[in-house]
């Protein structure tokens, strides 16, 4: 029987976890969306592909501790975010070519979320051989090289230097060059895929804390009130099991919308991790809505079936509770001098506004343990939807598949 109450526990905390995770998913994509971080990061991967950085000779000697090259490139980051082509004037070339210029989406959205390796080296070529290049009058290969020794593109040392290997390794076969800076490019993205999967990590756990607290998802509370509540247990094992297809759906419908691939190296996220570049998925803005709002509904009734709740003090919602402080007013009124029937009121009135005692459920503690329930929620919820579903659907087909609790009770008798 313990058994079988553990697993109901598991089934409806994972049940949760992936709830609020979908609506951390929706959150994170809504950002990315709305500060452009696909073509941010790709434009962060080309800096360091293409542009001398002068920057990593400024720390000195406080660059070998990671502590101070971590806030370093905080610092820069954040300049970057507002000045893009900062020190790197080929970049800005780069950027501003026909080809690569005409796949921004708008003014607020310039710079494209996706590059081909083709049209990379595409680009890259026409910069390298310049704009006096004639088929008619000049060498293609010997072009390039030629620019390439001289410092006409604003390349950095070790750019220049690679491309040079890459040239000379193509046997000056320009169409064999391009070959070989595509397979390079490859290499690049994928490594910046890491970094895309880093940073969505970090905001998925950012948003999953605000949504911990903003919802009172108190791990170890509801661990407590599920081991504890056979009512409660047993009403989310209900929801768990009858929402787990409807989850399903909607997996299927971002795999559509989102472009969620079996190749992608974190399939929570909506931009696609794939070995040759990063792609450029655009989610349906009215799914997003809908899903929002359904999941939001399911959080309210997740919110209600455990009885945790965060706001302000109702007094007209529960009777007893207003007829107990209506008492402790009275008392208070014969016992208090006046100056501290004062002080009474105003501290009544202050716990009231910040919600003391409304939202906190009998099972859960006050204190630092609240912070470390919402902190062990972040991390969960920073796992990703797709990790929560694939387990509660074992889960799930486990308990189906075992004896029910009914059927456990019936035989001891």
């Known amino acids: 029987m313990f058994g079988i109450v553990a697993l109901d526990v598991a089934i409806s905390l994972i049940f949760i976890y992936l709830l609020y995770s979908l609506l951390a998913s929706i959150i994170q994509e809504l950002i990315a969306r709305a500060f452009n971080l696909r073509a941010r990061l790709l434009t962060k991967a080309l800096r360091r ?12 000697k406080l660059g070998q501790f990671t502590i101070f090259t971590w806030f370093y ?17 080929f970049l800005k070339k780069f ?40 088929s008619s ?39 064999r060059f391009q070959a070989k800076v595509e397979q390079w490019f490859d290499e690049v993205m994928a490594r910046t895929s890491g970094w895309y999967r880093k940073q969505i990590q970090v905001l998925l756990l950012i948003i999953g804390f605000i949504i911990a607290w903003q919802f009172n998802v108190d791990s170890i509370a509801i661990t407590r009130i599920l081991t504890k509540d056979k009512k409660a247990r047993d009403e989310m094992v209900q929801m768990a099991t009858t929402h787990v297809a409807q989850y399903g759906q909607w ?3 971002m795999r559509q919308h989102m472009i969620i691939q079996t190749d992608t190296i974190h399939a929570g996220d909506s931009l696609i991790i794939r ?17 929002y709002r359904s999941m939001a509904s399911d959080a309210a009734d997740v919110q209600n079936i455990l009885g945790i709740h965060r706001g302000p003090c109702r007094d007209t919602s529960d009777t007893t509770l207003a007829g107990v402080r209506a008492r402790i007013d009275t008392l208070a009124a014969k016992l208090l001098s006046p100056a501290e029937q004062v002080k009474y009121r105003q501290a009544m009135q202050a716990a ?34 797709p990790f929560w ?15 029910q609790p009914g059927n456990v009770v019936e035989k001891k008798k």
């Not at 005692?357 to 329930?373: A, E, R």
């Open 275 to 291: 070995r040759d570049t990063i792609y450029q998925a655009s989610p349906d803005l009215v799914m997003l809505d809908s899903l």
């Open 73 to 89: 490139e905080l610092i820069w980051s954040v300049v970057f975010f507002f000045l893009p082509y900062r020190n790197s004037p």
């Open 352 to 385: 009231a506004s910040r919600g003391v005692g409304c939202y906190t459920h009998p099972y859960q503690q006050n204190g630092w343990l609240i912070f470390v329930g919402w902190l062990i929620t972040a991390m969960a919820l920073s796992l990703g939807a």
């Open 95 to 134: 950027y501003c070519e026909p080809g690569i210029r005409s796949l921004g989406e708008d003014l607020a959205a310039s710079r494209p979320s996706y590059i081909s390796p083709q049209l990379f080296s595409q680009t890259l070529l026409h910069l390298l051989r310049g704009p006096g290049y004639d």
């Open 251 to 253: 997996k299927d419908s």
């Open 137 to 175: 009058t000049h060498e293609e290969a010997a072009l390039v090289k030629q620019n390439l020794e001289s410092g006409v593109p604003q390349l950095s040392n070790d750019t220049r230097s690679h491309l040079l290997n890459l040239l000379e390794d193509a046997q000056r076969d320009i169409g």
């Open 49 to 60: 592909l293409l542009d001398n950085d002068s920057r990593s000779s400024w720390l000195g």
């Open 389 to 403: 579903f694939d387990l509660l659907n074992k889960i799930v087909k486990v308990r189906t598949g075992g004896p």
